[in-house]
């Protein structure tokens, strides 16, 4: 998806490793969103942002830390990866001026072994 | 407790025939709807969305139906064509932050 670029597509962890999931937008849009997908699960919401230097908590928050010190990128981090965080990662944005829909990227998908 | 809910995580229809999917959820501070569709190994695409003072939407072959009463929605697709085999996820807002919150999708598959 044009726009909304995460990074990396695909990582292997041990259990116990620390690691940082980066997305990164040129669209300028304010508000940016961490989701994870489990097999039957959705999608649900991990922390957000509504602009830069903010972060919020969402749905499922613990393990997680996130930062936004730029506005184009909301960085999600797993301190010490555990096996349940086994899951696809997805980024999104809104543009709350144009008050289109949010938009994704593609996904991490992480595998903690 | 499920917010937004999609009973069922398949449906299978013939090419050409009307599809339908449906939504339900429980909170009432809800006020803007969604479709997305979402292919393998991509991120979800926003198809069609429904704001609470409408009870219809239409964008081309996809119509989307909300009842308030009932908390209910529902998308409907005509005709449907084999591109459309998809996961769909319902997803709804409330508030000013934009968070959105999803159903477990429904997997539509559209045969030739």
Same mark, same amino acid.
């Given at each position: 998806?044009?726009?909304?670029?995460?990074?990396?597509?695909?990582?292997?962890?041990?259990?116990?490793?620390?690691?940082? +999931? +980066?997305?990164?937008?040129?669209?300028?849009?304010?508000?940016?969103?961490?989701?994870?997908?489990?097999?039957?699960?959705?999608?649900? +919401?991990?922390?957000?942002?509504?602009?830069?230097?903010?972060?919020?908590? @969402?749905?499922?928050?613990?393990?997680?830390?996130?930062?936004?010190?730029?506005?184009?990128?909301? +960085?999600?981090?797993?301190?010490?990866?555990?096996?349940?965080?086994?899951?696809?990662?997805?980024?999104?944005?809104?543009?709350?001026?144009?008050?289109?829909?949010?938009?994704? @990227?593609?996904?991490?998908?992480?595998?903690?072994? | 407790?499920?917010?937004?809910?999609?009973?069922? %995580?398949?449906?299978?229809?013939?090419?050409?025939?009307?599809?339908?999917?449906?939504?339900?959820?429980?909170?009432?501070?809800?006020?803007?709807?969604?479709?997305?569709?979402?292919?393998?190994?991509?991120?979800?695409?926003? !198809?069609?969305?429904?704001?609470?003072?409408?009870?219809?939407?239409?964008?081309?072959?996809?119509?989307?139906?909300?009842?308030?009463?009932?908390?209910?929605?529902?998308?409907?697709?005509? %005709?449907?064509?084999?591109?459309?085999?998809?996961?769909?996820?319902?997803?709804?807002?409330?508030?000013?932050?934009?968070? !959105?919150?999803?159903?477990?999708?429904?997997?539509?598959?559209?045969?030739?």
């Amino acid at each position: 998806n044009a726009g909304v670029t995460q990074t990396p597509k695909f990582r292997v962890l041990k259990t116990g490793q620390s690691m940082t +999931l +980066l997305c990164a937008q040129d669209m300028n849009h304010e508000y940016m969103y961490w989701y994870r997908q489990d097999p039957g699960m959705g999608l649900r +919401l991990i922390h957000y942002s509504v602009g830069e230097g903010t972060t919020a908590k @969402g749905e499922v928050p613990d393990g997680y830390n996130v930062s936004r010190l730029k506005k184009q990128n909301f +960085l999600l981090g797993l301190e010490s990866a555990a096996p349940s965080q086994t899951s696809v990662y997805f980024c999104a944005t809104w543009d709350t001026y144009s008050n289109q829909p949010q938009h994704f @990227g593609d996904g991490t998908r992480l595998s903690i072994l | 407790d499920q917010q937004v809910k999609q009973n069922s %995580p398949s449906l299978s229809v013939q090419e050409g025939r009307i599809s339908i999917l449906n939504c339900d959820y429980t909170n009432s501070m809800f006020d803007y709807f969604l479709w997305y569709k979402k292919y393998p190994a991509e991120g979800p695409t926003f !198809l069609i969305s429904i704001s609470s003072i409408k009870d219809k939407n239409e964008d081309g072959r996809f119509t989307v139906f909300l009842n308030k009463s009932a908390k209910h929605l529902s998308l409907h697709i005509v %005709p449907s064509q084999p591109g459309d085999s998809a996961v769909y996820f319902c997803a709804a807002s409330g508030g000013s932050n934009y968070k !959105l919150t999803f159903g477990k999708g429904t997997l539509l598959t559209v045969n030739p």
